[in-house]
């Protein structure tokens, strides 16, 4: 899921191209993408593009008269600029937003249709699609520590609990944690004040630091092959490539149809987190630490 680097630079293309501009149409070819019914989508035909914002995960563009258009990309939405009056693909198209300077097309890659667009009138009305988390990297130190400590939860959980944090999500909570050293399982009210001021200025930096990267990657250029891993991430999509500061194996663990990437070195001591599957496969005979798992690979090896 494109998470807060993305969602600022896919902002920061559509400002370049769509903003003061006039919405002429849009060619809806999914009957799954539209998710409201008033005001009707017609209403936004004409309108000029009057700003741009992200809220949360979402991307919303606010026209004249007060109405807003909120994008929810999900897990395999994805943006991309064309020619004017380009068609929607025809496999993975959801739809195609038409502009004078050329047409925006939205995809989703998956069968499952999971990505939105809604059309909304008002302040009000678009306040009902911000889940409430806090804007990370404008919050103070307090701030932080009120939303994170509000509940009892490991840092993996709460960092991608949108209605705590806004904008970070399963890729860069991975790298944040790996920067911070802590591990993902650690629970929210067991850090000290050293651990969670450590966190949040991890939060900030890896967050700006991908934001940075991301504009010098694209440019001028539309941003495309959106993607939650990237070859210079640190942890997340790493597993089994060596850390990039002590070189131990990376480890994972796995749960429905996400991961967390961790160093066991340097984020827990030199501990392993039991992988649910794995650790239900080999019950007691599950490694505890990085040596463990050496000779346990030797064994296999040998055998």
Not at 58 to 64: G, P, Q, S, T
Not at 74 to 103: S, Y
Not at 120 to 126: D, H, K, Y
Not at 256 to 266: H, L, V
Request: hydrophobic share 35%.
């Amino acid at each position: 899921m494109p998470e807060l680097p993305d969602v600022t630079v896919y902002i920061d293309a559509l400002e370049a191209r769509i903003l003061k501009e006039p919405l002429e149409n849009v060619r809806l070819a999914s009957p799954f993408l539209l998710r409201s019914v008033d005001p009707p989508l017609r209403d936004t035909f004409g309108k000029r593009v009057i700003a741009l914002r992200r809220l949360g995960k979402r991307i919303v563009i606010a026209l004249e008269d007060d109405l807003f258009l909120v994008i929810h990309l999900m897990i395999a939405g994805r943006l991309h600029w064309k020619d004017k009056g380009a068609k929607v693909p025809g496999k993975n198209g959801l739809a195609a937003f038409d502009f004078p300077t050329g047409t925006l097309t939205f995809t989703e890659a998956s069968p499952k249709r999971r990505a939105s667009l809604h059309v909304v009138r008002g302040e009000s009305a678009l306040a009902a699609h911000d889940p409430g988390g806090i804007e990370v990297l404008d919050s103070r130190l307090k701030d932080f520590t009120a939303a994170l400590t509000e509940e009892n939860h490991t840092l993996k959980r709460a960092l991608t609990d949108p209605r705590r944090f806004a904008g970070i999500g399963n890729a860069y909570s991975d790298e944040i944690l790996f920067h911070a050293g802590l591990s993902p399982v650690t629970r929210t009210q067991s850090l000290t004040p050293d651990e969670t001021k450590r966190l949040h200025a991890a939060v900030k930096s890896t967050l700006k630091d991908w934001v940075r990267r991301l504009r010098a990657h694209c440019g001028d250029t539309f941003p495309e092959g959106v993607t939650a891993f990237r070859p210079d991430m640190a942890m997340h999509g790493k597993y089994g490539e060596p850390c990039p500061a002590c070189g131990s194996p990376v480890q994972r663990i796995v749960y429905a149809s996400n991961e967390t990437n961790y160093c066991a070195r340097c984020q827990n001591g030199g501990q392993l987190l039991a992988d649910r599957s794995l650790s239900r496969l080999l019950k007691g005979d599950w490694p505890r630490t990085l040596e463990e798992l050496e000779d346990l690979r030797r064994t296999h090896t040998q055998t």
